[in-house]
């Protein structure tokens, strides 16, 4: 078989496994095995399984990945969101639409200690639902609005994804985690502004006016109080130096079971839980890492990756075009793939294609340029139809709202991701402005 041919074969059988439902990791395991084996023979497969599984997570920088998770975990079973959601209506009831602008409020703000993007929907749901719907928000634009309030977890630092892009491109994760800061609130306020115009445009989605008008109290001030110190102590120290991102996680996972515990919402149960959770998060994390790795040793045996990148060089288009052609792809793969496995597989294949481009910039700037254009096209995955995972996760939480109701209710919010993203594509400097102040 020809190298194409057999990449075809890789890539056909992977898609074949998840369309039967397979696990994503698996369904990489399986193809990326047959691929390898077809090329190299059984002997070369041991030996690579026997080496590479040792040499992935033997890597120190991984454990920031459980760390982050479970400080996501100790926050949303110790009623952080609650008292969020809480303080963000105080401050936006009193504009039309206040409580959807709320629940994004509360989304990036619980963002900001989760670091992803299906905990932060799936919780700020939870909390913002029932009172959206009691307030008279239609099932379109309440479920619409928590599925894009939940990308600001993976949008606004720290974020998973951007973790596991600094591992793969070997970044500093301290620098991405500055350049997503700017762009996350520019989405934030982007979807803020996207209900405001989408409750005068389009009647009967919103009450004409809200009926939250609840005087700012210390106690609702104390709410977000936890979160500002939690988030000060782990950026200030990461960024002030006193400790790395790794340690800045840790840090983060303890104050917040502290804060959890303060608040009384923590029960054994619930700690139980959040170590559970974390345990098999990770795992799926890390046997998609495994998978992703086969896959992508199987395809560099091709040599089709090199070919590609001499192909996309010799079509001679500007450096900018290629990487709006990678989004555009990754707006497709983002149909039948989750963000995590898209970065995994790809990201070897299009990084040093990338670096290979002349962009006016130094290479880490456009390192980094590049990280923060691929995470928000992945939050631009997790609400496009057929897949979007955001809109499912929240639509099974609504139990009465149909879920093609729910897709018409993210069209707005993909319209803002649309041109927040083309921005950042035309003026890089967005991106890179906080980073040049990080030594």
Not at 128 to 156: K, N, V
Not at 159 to 182: D, G, H, T, W
Not at 236 to 253: K, L, N, Q, R
Not at 372 to 386: H, K
Request: glycine share 10%.
């Amino acid at each position: 078989m020809t190298p194409l041919a057999i990449t075809g074969v890789i890539f056909g059988l992977m898609l074949l496994l998840m369309a039967v439902r397979t696990p994503i990791s698996i369904a990489m395991f399986v193809a990326g095995s047959v691929g390898y084996v077809a090329q190299a023979g059984w002997g070369p497969f041991s030996n690579f399984l026997n080496a590479q599984a040792f040499a992935r997570f033997a890597s120190y920088d991984l454990s920031v990945i459980p760390l982050f998770i479970l400080m996501g975990n100790f926050a949303s079973q110790g009623g952080i969101s609650k008292a969020l959601f809480e303080f963000a209506s105080v401050v936006m009831g009193r504009f039309r639409g206040g409580l959807a602008m709320a629940a994004v409020l509360a989304s990036g703000a619980f963002g900001a200690i989760c670091g992803s993007s299906v905990a932060t929907a799936a919780t700020i749901t939870s909390v913002a639902l029932p009172e959206m719907r009691r307030h008279g928000y239609s099932g379109r634009l309440a479920t619409g609005t928590l599925a894009a309030g939940g990308t600001l977890g993976i949008l606004i630092p720290p974020s998973v994804p951007l973790v596991i892009y600094a591992i793969l491109a070997e970044q500093n994760i301290a620098k991405l985690f500055a350049a997503a800061m700017v762009p996350g609130i520019i989405a934030m306020v982007g979807y803020i502004i996207a209900i405001a115009i989408y409750v005068r445009v389009v009647p009967g989605q919103a009450p004409a006016g809200d009926a939250v008008r609840v005087k700012l109290t210390a106690k609702s001030l104390s709410g977000i109080v936890p979160i500002a110190i939690i988030f000060v102590i782990v950026f200030g120290g990461i960024y002030g130096g006193i400790f790395t991102p790794t340690e800045g996680a840790a840090v983060g996972a303890a104050s917040t079971f502290v804060a959890a515990l303060i608040k009384r919402e923590i029960t054994w149960a619930k700690f139980r839980h959040c170590f559970y959770a974390t345990a098999e998060t990770s795992a799926m994390i890390f046997l998609i890492f495994i998978g992703a790795d086969l896959m992508n040793a199987a395809l560099a045996l091709t040599q089709v990756p090199g070919q590609l990148a001499g192909l996309v060089n010799g079509w001679h288009l500007s450096p900018v075009m290629v990487v709006v052609a990678i989004m555009l792809f990754y707006v497709v793969l983002g149909s039948v793939m989750d963000e995590l496995s898209m970065i995994l597989l790809t990201i070897p294949i299009f990084f040093p294609m990338i670096m290979g481009l002349d962009f006016g910039m130094p290479k880490e700037s456009v390192a980094i340029w590049f990280g923060i254009m691929v995470l928000m096209t992945v939050g631009f995955g997790m609400l496009a139809p057929p897949v979007g995972l955001n809109v499912y996760v929240v639509n099974g939480m609504a139990k009465d709202v149909p879920i093609a109701e729910s897709y018409r209710g993210v069209m707005p919010f993909l319209i803002s991701d649309t041109i927040r993203t083309t921005v950042l594509v035309i003026f890089p400097s967005i991106s890179l402005w906080l980073v040049k102040y990080i030594g």
